[in-house]
Structure formats: C-alpha cells, structure tokens
C-alpha cells in the first residue's frame, strides 16, 4: 500500500515537472518567434502606429484580480517614472480585443509586452511583472 503511494507521488511529479517544462519551451520558442515578427505587424493589430516611444502592452480582463491590484499599479509606477514622452502604454482587454491577445500569442493574464520604439519585440512578460523589471525592460528597449 505504501509503494503504491509513493510510486502514484513520484509519477504525480514527473508529470507535473514535464508540464512546467513544456511551457517554459514553449514560452521561449513564442517568445523567439514574436522578436521575429515585423514591428508594423504587431503595431497594426493594436491599432497604432511607430512614434518614436517604446510602448508597454498590458493585457488583462475585467475579472482578472492580479491585473487590477498588482499590474495595474505596476504599470502606472513605470509611467510616472518615464513619463508620457518616453513611454506610451497600450492596455488591452483581452475578453473584448481577441485578436489582439491572438496577434501576441497571449494566453494568460496578466501579461506584458514591451514592444520597442519601431514597434518590435523587446521583451515578454507572461504572468505579473515587478515594476522595476518593466523600468528596466523598457529602458532596455
């Protein structure tokens, strides 16, 4: 009976293990192929067009708790920092904008993307992102 659980535990983390590996791959070769992505495209779905600034892509919905009460404030920490000159931010509802989610390859919320001053990739943030690593993504870009 003892063997029995502990083989169901070891096999229980060998699979879990496997799928936090997988996502972490495929976190990486997403975020590969979106650095690849031409800045216009990534541009165009959001509606905007190259000004000169990096733009800090938010991502998140009306029920998302961590969007609201840890990114959000996240976010507006960076602006106030950069100020309106040096950073445009875009924020985009997932559950009312699809497409845009689609085009960034989003499937969790919150996410960020920190696209720089032509519109291309710089950095990707699936989950929440401390304000001081958006600071630096940014500046980065």
Known sequence: ML???????????GV????????????????THLT?????????????TSDGRPTLVTFSTPSCAACHTAQAPA?????E?????????V?????????VAR???????PSSVILDPYGRVSAVNHGFAPS??????????
């Not at 879990?16 to 975020?31: D, F, G, K």
């Not at 976010?75 to 602006?79: A, L, S, T």
């Not at 920092?81 to 931010?89: A, E, T």
């Open 3 to 13: 063997a029995d659980r502990l083989l169901i535990l070891v096999l229980s983390i």
């Open 16 to 31: 879990i293990s496997l799928a936090v590996l997988a996502t972490r791959l495929w976190a990486r070769r997403h975020t």
């Open 36 to 48: 690849s992505v031409a800045g216009n495209v990534l541009l165009g779905a959001l509606d905007a």
């Open 75 to 79: 976010v507006e920490h960076v602006q």
């Open 81 to 89: 920092q950069l100020g309106p000159s040096k950073l445009r931010v």
């Open 91 to 99: 924020n985009v509802d997932t559950a009312s904008q699809p497409e």
């Open 103 to 109: 085009a960034f390859g989003v499937l969790t919320v």
């Open 132 to 141: 001081h690593k958006l600071l630096q993504q940014v500046q980065a870009a």
